[in-house]
Every structure is written in structure tokens, then in C-alpha cells.
Nanobody, 120 residues
Framework: QVQLVESGGGLVQPGGSLRLSCAASGSIRSINNMGWYRQAPGKERELVAAITSDGGTNYADSVKGRFTISRDNGGNTVYLQMNSLEPEDTAVYYC??????????????WGQGTQVTVSS
């Protein structure tokens, strides 16, 4: 069984920072793209940032210059550093990964979600 486990959400004041982490575990052969999505109440889930296996990144326009996505050297953990947070960033953040399992082929995984609330 393979899974993604997220951590790092919470309550922060506008202008503050948070760092989200997402670790993949289980019988994994390799991980291709990893990313962070978010879903605010009443809105559709949207891509926030993504990173390829060789470190290429892309960001939603709304977070460019404020958020940074990265992966550890092993490639199984992805981070999202969020700076200059705004109330509009309030949402449940989900980790996503394109995983090649050791025995059962390719699958797409989602984390359980972590709440980020930006409020004074």
C-alpha cells in the first residue's frame, strides 16, 4: 500500500508564513510529478504548484513570488513554503503525486488534506 501523509497546516495571520510537507510511503518504485492543490469553501479544487522529478516547477499566477515548491533529495517528500499569506489563501491543501508502484504499476495519489487558515 502506498500513501501520502501531509503536515504543516494551521492558522496564521495575514503576511505570515507556513510550510507544508507531504511524504510518500509504501512500495514505491519512483515518483514523477508531485504537486499541491487547494480547495476553498464553495470553490473547485485548483492547482497551486507542481514539481517534476527533475525539479521543474510551475505555479498558479495567484501564488507566484510568494510560494515555493520543492522536493527532498530522495524525491519522495514535497514541500510548499508559503510566504506573505493572504486571507484568499485560506483553503484545504491537498498533496498529489504520480507514483509508479513497485509491483502494481502507476497510480495517482492524494493526501488527506490539511487546513490552512489566514486570518487576523
Amino acid at each position: 500500500q502506498v500513501q501520502l501523509v501531509e503536515s504543516g497546516g494551521g492558522l496564521v495571520q495575514p503576511g505570515g508564513s507556513l510550510r507544508l510537507s507531504c511524504a510518500a510511503s509504501g512500495s514505491i518504485r519512483s515518483i514523477n510529478n508531485m504537486g499541491w492543490y487547494r480547495q476553498a469553501p464553495g470553490k473547485e479544487r485548483e492547482l497551486v504548484a507542481a514539481i517534476t522529478s527533475d525539479g521543474g516547477t510551475n505555479y498558479a499566477d495567484s501564488v507566484k513570488g510568494r510560494f515555493t515548491i520543492s522536493r527532498d533529495n530522495g524525491g519522495n517528500t514535497v514541500y510548499l513554503q508559503m510566504n506573505s499569506l493572504e486571507p484568499e489563501d485560506t483553503a484545504v491543501y491537498y498533496c498529489n503525486a504520480d507514483v509508479m508502484r513497485r509491483w502494481y504499476g502507476r497510480t495517482e495519489l492524494w493526501g488527506q488534506g490539511t487546513q490552512v487558515t489566514v486570518s487576523s
